[in-house]
């Protein structure tokens, strides 16, 4: 059975941080592309990052520089640093396989979110 196990969410004040952690089983984890998407109240899914098999990585506009994707194909674990957080980082965080530049729901493996909740 796949499963994506995400953690790390939280609430926050702007300007900080958190991470986020995805832990996959039941498919090849090291053989798959690995998103972040995100969902805000009341929008639609936004890709965030996405990181490559050989570990290349890619950000939206809105979060590069301050968020960062890694993984650790050991532990089946995809990862996302978030600092200087901004109350428009409200959202679900999905961890998702493969590229997801205009996310849906009907390609990839999803968990089941978690939520970061930023304001002061």
């Known amino acids: 059975e796949v499963q994506l196990v995400e953690s790390g969410g939280g609430s926050v004040q702007p300007g900080g941080s958190l991470r986020l952690s995805c832990a996959a089983s039941?498919?090849?984890?090291?053989?798959?592309?690995m998103s972040w998407v995100r969902q805000a109240p009341g929008k639609g899914l936004e890709w965030v990052s996405h990181?490559?098999?050989?570990?290349?990585?890619s950000y939206a506009d809105s979060v590069k520089g301050r968020f960062t994707i890694s993984r650790d194909n050991a532990k089946k674990t995809v990862y996302l640093q978030m600092t200087n957080l901004k109350p428009e980082d409200t959202a679900v965080y999905y961890c998702?396989?493969?590229?997801?530049?205009?996310?849906?729901?009907?390609?990839?493996?999803w968990g089941q979110g978690t939520q970061v909740a930023v304001s002061s």
């Open positions: 998702v396989s493969g590229i997801q530049l205009r996310p849906t729901r009907a390609t990839g493996f």
């Open positions: 039941g498919f090849h984890f090291s053989k798959y592309v």
């Open positions: 990181i490559m098999i050989g570990g290349g990585t």
